[in-house]
Nanobody, 121 residues
Framework: VQLQASGGGMVQAGGSLRLSCAAS????????MGWFRQAPGKEREFVAL????????DYADTLQGRFTISRDNAKNTVYLQMNSLMPDDTAVYYC???????????????WGQGTQVTVSS
């Protein structure tokens, strides 16, 4: 499966963005989908993941309920709604696909190219 992330940009603290990740070339509905992010000088970290049906979701504890992951299997797309953004959320955000329900990046089989999110104070 190939993944294409979009929706990043610059926003002021307290603002919102919605990231999208469109999949092609595979059976999207069979994959667990995750979002990760990598800030300058830091390791890539888990953000959120969602099960095939969308009924199961998991989030990084540090997000404190500000982000919501969802998917539309009819559109082969996964979303990340980000609210109450903070400067610490500044990073490149990556979507990824896996056949395993996991927070571990090394278990993901396909990655999108990343989309930059910049939050100013």
């Amino acid at each position: 499966v190939q993944l294409q992330a979009s929706g990043g940009g610059m926003v002021q603290a307290g603002g919102s963005l919605r990231l999208s990740c469109a999949a092609s070339g595979g059976t999207f509905s069979l994959y667990f989908m995750g979002w990760f992010r990598q800030a300058p000088g830091k390791e890539r970290e888990f953000v959120a993941l969602i099960t095939w049906s969308g009924s199961g979701k998991d989030y990084a504890d540090t997000l404190q309920g500000r982000f919501t992951i969802s998917r539309d299997n009819a559109k082969n797309t996964v979303y990340l709604q980000m609210n109450s953004l903070m400067p610490d959320d500044t990073a490149v955000y990556y979507c990824a696909a896996a056949t395993t329900y996991s927070r571990r990046a090394e278990l993901y089989d396909a990655w999108g190219q990343g989309t930059q999110v910049t939050v100013s104070s």
